[in-house]
């Protein structure tokens, strides 16, 4: 193919080929003499301010916390928007919500495509397996808002969307309708592009990435938990930048950690992990997390498949080398109230199968360091979170 196209470039380039032109007035030319140049000119200026209010810098949605086990944000979609609360996950890359009509959602908010006048049917059939939870149903598109309505929304039109017609038991008693999916497109089951790539795409922001800042509450249900800032970093509620750490898989956000630590603990084999908002604690390899847990005296509940510690214990901090720098865990990150007295320690062991990462960093390690998500630089970059 590069030769044919060679080809046809030298064979223009051999023909002399003589082309008349006529010269004609300008446009700025005619208005000038007409007397309405002026008037044009000023035309054009409110143009571009109202192209230029259109695209946003940034756009910042508040998330509400659960209890730090889960984090959830609000969207609408459709025209009218119709209003969804959803789980804003960086461990995958669909969204959807239930349609109208599922007999597995009760309880839960549900999208009416015949209410909406954007709504565009696709038809094809998905179906997702999360870690905890599966769901299943038809793909549509329609215009998607990241925010809640009367807020300044970020507006997505033509997004690619899930129509929840099932969804299993651990999804009905999930606080949240549906889940939105913030990783890369190559993780995105069927191939749909992730609303915000979407976005990105369209450019209707100035940066192709999206910061995270979540704050640990305790036993609190449904109270402001956070921020999600899309398209720039969040210079309110994050530190300056400490550094970038370049992925080594853009499916999720998956990079290299050199070591972790805790107390007289320590281990310094690098392995592949992600970082991810939906998983509410720091897993890793069994063998690992037990040594770990034996040094901070927590003790492992094979049924709850967590790690249980006295709510009065002190355990020391858990120390990640990321490149060159250490991100240190405090007991505040890692000590979440379980109920009855009870205390977990934010740890649980998990295996990939071989096929994927050995850790995911979850809400812990996101409370303490803020996370920037890079689609477009295919890295993460971390900062201290304000009053972690």
């Known amino acids: 193919m590069k030769l044919l196209v060679l080809l046809a470039l030298v064979g223009v380039a051999a023909a002399a080929v003589e082309i008349g032109i006529t010269k004609v007035a300008s446009p700025r030319t005619r208005l000038m003499k007409s007397g309405l140049w002026p008037t044009y000119r000023k035309y054009k200026e409110a143009l571009r ?62 999208f009416d495509k015949t209410a909406s006048s954007t709504f565009v049917a696709n038809g094809k059939a998905w179906s997702i397996q999360y870690g905890t939870g599966a769901a299943k149903g038809i793909l549509g598109e329609d215009t998607v808002r990241f925010g809640a309505t009367g807020t300044n929304q970020l507006v997505v039109p033509k997004t ?32 749909v592009v992730p609303p915000l790539v979407n976005a990105i795409s369209q450019n209707l922001l100035d940066n192709p990435y999206f910061t995270v800042y979540l704050q640990e509450k305790g036993a609190t249900d449904n109270v402001p938990g956070g921020t999600f800032t899309y398209g720039g970093m969040d210079t309110k509620n994050c530190g300056s930048l400490i550094a970038w750490q370049p992925l080594s898989s853009a499916t999720y956000f998956q990079f290299s950690m050199a070591g972790i630590a805790v107390g007289s603990y320590s281990n310094n084999k690098a392995s592949d ?83 994927g990462p050995s850790w995911i960093l979850g809400d812990p390690f996101i409370r303490q360091f803020c996370n920037t998500y890079d689609l477009g630089g295919k890295r993460i970059g971390f900062s201290k979170a304000n009053g972690a």
């Open 49 to 110: 301010l109202q192209n230029k209010a259109a695209v946003l810098a940034s756009v910042s949605q508040p998330v509400n916390d659960y209890e730090d086990f889960e984090y959830v944000g609000n969207i609408t979609i459709g025209t009218p928007g119709q209003p969804f609360v959803i789980i804003l996950d960086t461990g995958s890359a669909n969204l959807w919500v239930p349609e109208k009509g599922c007999k597995t959602c009760k309880g839960k908010k549900e």
């Open 273 to 355: 992990v992600i970082s991810d908002t939906g998983t509410s604690f720091i897993g890793g390899p069994q063998t690992i997390t037990d040594a770990m847990a034996a040094v901070v005296g927590a003790t492992y509940d094979d049924l709850y498949g967590a790690y249980f510690i006295d709510c009065n214990a002190s355990p020391p901090p858990v120390t990640i080398t990321i490149g060159s720098n250490k991100y240190m865990l405090t007991e505040k990150q890692l000590k979440v109230d379980a109920g009855n007295g009870q205390c977990y320690w934010a740890v649980f062991p998990f295996d990939f199968g071989g096929f």
């Open 160 to 191: 690619t969307f899930g129509l929840a017609k099932s969804i299993d038991q651990d999804l009905q008693q999930d606080v949240a309708d549906g889940i939105l999916g913030l990783a890369f497109q190559s993780l995105a089951v069927d191939n």
